[in-house]
């Protein structure tokens, strides 16, 4: 087996294209089984499949890197700086963090 980085980069862009293929039959079928029958909406073509997989990645997913765990290391990060805070450090923290405010105090003032 080869480990050319062209050849690598063609098998990876090969899979992306199967990938996008198959999601884009998967969208437009279940669109088709389920909407039409449930909202009264329209049917959708395969091209338009991809354009909702295009469209819920921007909304909902982003482009954001999955590999290295940027979001789980950020959060070892503070747990691990946390735990080597002392108890008045924490508390300074944590006040600091309210602005002065105690904690869960509501900017709406009660009615009577």
Do not use: Y
Not at 18 to 38: A, D, H, S, T, Y
């Amino acid at each position: 087996m080869s480990h050319h980085p062209v050849l690598r980069g063609i098998r990876i862009a090969i899979f992306v294209i199967i990938g996008v293929v198959v999601f884009g039959f998967i969208v437009e079928g279940l669109w088709n089984v389920l909407v039409p029958p449930i909202f009264g909406w329209h049917t959708i073509t395969f091209w338009q499949a991809l354009g909702l997989l295009l469209l819920s990645k921007i909304l909902f997913g982003g482009f954001h890197r999955h590999g290295g765990g940027g979001r789980g290391r950020w959060k070892q990060h503070m747990k691990d700086r946390w735990e080597q805070m002392t108890p008045e450090e924490r508390e300074k923290f944590r006040k600091g963090m309210r602005c002065g405010r105690a904690p869960f105090a509501s900017t709406v003032e009660p009615q009577v």
